[in-house]
């Protein structure tokens, strides 16, 4: 396990662990980072600044599926096999707590954004339940059951008054709940087909974005929570109603070679790059679409891809089965405002963590952004083949680091004030 440092790359710490790590994560100090390794039941966690501590923690028979930090950075939580228990470690105390019936679910537990309780969705008796506990003592301060028949997820707000639950994709069902458990409103889009597939709240926590499999978005408003605007997803755009950015793709340029020099080069000098600029669309454009395979599970088909901006001011989404489109609306206008149309597809976009500019990446050598002002595609510098799977911005917004299969690279964003 290696730390480097941000500006320098220059390697801080190295520190060895006992098996394959399989995921790790910081402590929201910094000052400790969690490595997993599954295989093993074990999780061992470092000190930046004491080097020589050393603790781990082996979760034994029970076996290990997930792990990670509360809020407070010393506490961690693990999750045994078959979802038997979560496991409360305590890095100060040294005491252990735990919960049991933790539900099987792709978002089973949320912590408020103040970090001061948390929620898990439990099973019991085939029915759903959700407790919240009180992080700074781990105690059960409310218990109630949801009218779900299979909890797919949970979500606090993040003003922390509101809990979002979600139905299984077979039911579209979302349900909103108090932190005293009082079911505050409920809402179901449609009947009889796939539900819903992603969900944001918007930073401010006045809408509650949720994406379906019928390729569409639908905004609710916090006081009614009534759907203010529905977003579609056609096939084909006409610039009068947006914005269109497409890709195009120029001649790829010889580099490394003198025009002067012998021809043909050698085979070790001759690489080819393929430069990309971005165009305004006039007009209509048809959208690239692909059609999903009926046999298999998971239809590429529906909106994924679903963020607010930190400003609150646009949204992003993408629908899987337009891989190369990228939708971007005006929150205050309730309206399209940008739509990015890519060569290749879409892997992985996210937003600056302090204003309105967008990050994404296609499997290219290329990293494009998008602002307000426009839209630029920036080349790797690479001395070989460096192709971005996907992107990670740095918490004050003035770098992003890029990984590639079996690379990564950091780029740095100059401040232009």
């Not at 400790?32 to 781990?56: A, H, N």
């Not at 290219?364 to 690479?382: D, I, R």
């Amino acid at each position: 396990m290696v730390v480097r440092d941000v500006r320098t790359l220059q390697i801080l710490q190295l520190y060895t662990c006992l098996d394959t790590v399989q995921s790790i994560e910081w402590s929201s100090d910094s000052m400790f980072i969690l490595c997993s390794m599954y295989k093993r039941g074990i999780v061992q966690v470092w000190s930046l600044e004491q080097p020589e501590w050393t603790c781990k923690i082996d979760e034994g028979s029970a076996g290990l599926i997930s792990a990670r930090w509360s809020p407070d950075g010393r506490h961690i939580l693990t999750t045994a096999e078959f979802h038997l228990r979560i496991t409360v470690w305590s890095l100060v105390t040294k005491s252990v707590s735990y919960i049991k019936y933790p539900k099987e679910a792709k978002q089973a537990m949320h912590f408020t954004k103040d970090g001061k309780y948390l929620a898990l969705a439990e099973r019991r008796d085939c029915k759903d339940f959700i407790s919240v506990f009180a992080c700074n003592t781990w105690q059960l301060v409310k218990h109630f059951d949801t009218n779900t028949r299979d909890l797919a997820g949970l979500e606090w707000s993040p003003d922390s008054r509101v809990l979002c639950v979600w139905d299984s994709i077979l039911e579209y069902n979302l349900l909103l709940y108090s932190v005293d458990g009082r079911c505050l409103a409920t809402f179901k889009a449609y009947d009889y087909a796939l539900g819903i597939k992603s969900l944001a709240w918007s930073p401010s926590s006045q809408f509650l974005a949720i994406g379906s499999f019928d390729q569409k978005v639908r905004v609710l408003n916090h006081v009614t929570w009534k759907t203010v605007v529905e977003h579609p997803h056609p096939s084909s755009l006409d610039s009068s109603s947006a914005v269109i950015y497409k890709e195009i793709e120029q001649k790829p340029q010889l580099l490394g070679h003198d025009a002067d020099a012998p021809w043909p080069p050698t085979a070790s000098k001759l690489m080819f790059t393929i430069q990309s600029k971005y165009e305004v669309v006039d007009g209509t454009v048809q959208i690239p679409t692909t059609k999903p395979d009926p046999d298999k599970a998971n239809p590429r088909v529906g909106i994924s891809l679903l963020s607010f901006s930190p400003d609150n001011r646009y949204m992003v989404s993408k629908n899987d089965n337009m891989p190369n489109a990228l939708w971007i609306w005006d929150v205050q206008k309730l309206s399209q405002a940008v739509l990015l149309l890519q060569v290749g597809n879409i892997k992985s976009a996210q937003w600056d963590p302090h204003q309105p500019r967008l990050a994404m990446c296609t499997s290219s050598n290329k990293l494009y952004l998008w602002s307000p002002t426009g839209c630029v595609s920036v080349e790797v510098p690479a001395e070989a083949s460096f192709q971005v799977n996907s992107l990670q911005w740095h918490p004050d917004g003035n770098a992003i680091l890029l990984m590639s299969k079996d690379q990564m690279c950091v780029c740095f964003l100059a401040d232009d004030s």
